[in-house]
């Protein structure tokens, strides 16, 4: 995801991620949240779907072999 084909620079790309770990703010205090250009976002849909979940672990075990209990 680097070089200059990377859809940001390397300090854009980092300052959410930076920000989340040393900020004292109360919203910065959550986890298992989505976060983009310092702000809290939705996740796709299918994130929060246990079916298409499923359905992905399966693609991906017939894929490489390797399967999560």
Do not use: I
Request: proline share 7%.
């Amino acid at each position: 995801m680097g070089g200059p084909a990377a859809p940001v620079d390397l300090e854009t790309g980092q300052r959410t991620q930076t920000w989340l770990a040393v900020s004292d703010e109360a919203a910065t205090k959550v986890s298992g949240r989505y976060w983009h250009n310092l702000r809290q976002e939705q996740p796709a849909a299918e994130a929060r779907d246990p079916a298409f979940q499923d359905q992905l672990l399966a693609a991906l075990a017939e894929l490489t072999g390797v399967t999560f209990p």
